[in-house]
């Protein structure tokens, strides 16, 4: 049987995805045990994939090899399976292939059967998947964000972010977002009914944080210069949960804070965290998302962009600010 997938063919700068990607044809081999072989249905596209097409070795995990199928969270039904507790017919999500197939050890690729009842799938890469994982354990656990404080979230009109913002809301915080543009500010205020939104594509970032106010918790999802602006501008005893480093990604340089002394003078606490580290948690905080979401509390935009062969189209959207929401990918057939 042929596969076909997204090759890594060299390390891609900035987002210059279509040179360093190749969809080819390849046959996939026999099942081993413990493996497991699923129809890709959607793709999800994160954007912390990108630090894996990186050569960097200190990275959360290594990066993927050069010659490599490129790899993110599929959901897809179980086609074959020599691994137990997975059967044909399954809905599951897993670390897979960027591909029409995905042949993975089960139990090294994370996956998980999906309740079917769900209606819209789409909300096992939103709201029940990792991106509300991690805005629910971001804001709650490493924020320990408390009833009345203040809540800030950068990239707040993206996947996580935009999770996390409505997450702050529901415990009773005061949230605002930073977001690009006036219309994702938009968003935000009316349709996500949050605080206020900060444009940091507008004059004066600082000015904005300004009339605001301190910051008792910080989502972070970008670092980068924006984080010396957030730093100057948090209460004593904050909190700074990072999640992302979006603006490190694909620029070759690092976060390296000129406002660090901040973190002595406001006695701030700095946490990153990572969603693997809590994936044994993942039944418990699925439940509560899905209580918010059932009862229309929880809400998630999303960006679809349809077939395999526009997967890069979809993925150049998370670097450069042109989606609201999570940004899926559904395959045809």
């Given at each position: 049987m042929e596969n076909l997938f997204w090759r890594i063919e060299r390390r891609p700068e900035g987002t210059d995805f279509a040179s360093a990607l190749a969809l080819v044809d390849a046959?996939?081999?026999?099942?081993?045990?413990?493996?497991?072989?699923?129809?890709?249905?959607?793709?999800?596209?994160?954007?912390?994939?990108?630090?894996w097409l990186t050569d960097r070795e200190d990275g959360y995990q290594p990066p993927l090899p050069v010659g490599a199928p490129m790899t993110g969270l599929v959901v897809g039904e179980v086609v074959a399976s020599r691994a137990d507790e997975f059967v044909e017919g399954d809905l599951v999500r897993a670390f897979g292939v960027w591909g029409a197939m995905s042949q993975i050890d089960a139990v090294m690729s994370g996956a998980i059967v999906l309740d079917p009842s769900v209606e819209d799938r789409r909300a096992w890469f939103g709201?029940?998947?990792?991106?509300?994982?991690?805005?629910?354990?971001?804001?709650?656990?490493?924020?320990?964000a408390r009833e009345g404080e203040r809540v800030l979230v950068s990239a707040a009109a993206g996947s996580t972010g935009i999770l996390a913002v409505q997450i702050a809301k529901l415990l009773g915080c005061e949230a605002w977002g930073i977001a690009g543009g006036a219309e994702k500010c938009r968003y935000l205020t009316q349709e996500m009914g949050i605080a206020g939104a900060v444009d940091y594509k507008a004059d004066d970032v600082g000015a904005q944080l300004d009339a605001v106010g301190g910051?008792?918790?910080?989502?972070?999802?970008?670092?980068?210069p924006l984080l010396d602006e957030v730093l100057t501008r948090m209460n004593?005893?904050?909190?700074?949960?990072?999640?992302?480093?979006?603006?490190?990604?694909?620029?070759?340089?690092?976060?390296?804070?000129?406002?660090?002394?901040?973190?002595?003078?406001?006695?701030?606490?700095?946490?990153?965290?990572?969603?693997?580290?809590f994936m044994d948690q993942g039944e418990r905080l699925t439940a509560r998302l899905r209580s918010w979401m059932?009862?229309?509390?929880?809400?998630?935009?999303?960006?679809?962009?349809?077939?395999?062969?526009n997967t890069l189209s979809a993925y150049e959207k998370l670097f450069t600010g042109g989606n609201i929401g999570k940004v899926i990918v559904e395959l045809e057939g």
């Open positions: 046959p996939l081999s026999d099942l081993a045990d413990g493996e497991i072989r699923i129809r890709n249905a959607m793709l999800s596209m994160d954007a912390g994939t990108r630090l709201p029940l998947g990792m991106n509300g994982w991690t805005a629910l354990w971001g804001i709650e656990e490493t924020g320990a910051f008792d918790v910080y989502f972070d999802n970008v670092g980068g004593h005893y904050g909190r700074v949960a990072v999640c992302g480093l979006l603006s490190d990604y694909g620029s070759g340089r690092r976060t390296a804070p000129r406002e660090f002394d901040q973190i002595l003078m406001r006695r701030l606490r700095i946490e990153g965290f990572f969603s693997p580290d059932d009862e229309g509390k929880l809400r998630m935009p999303y960006d679809v962009t349809r077939g395999l062969e």
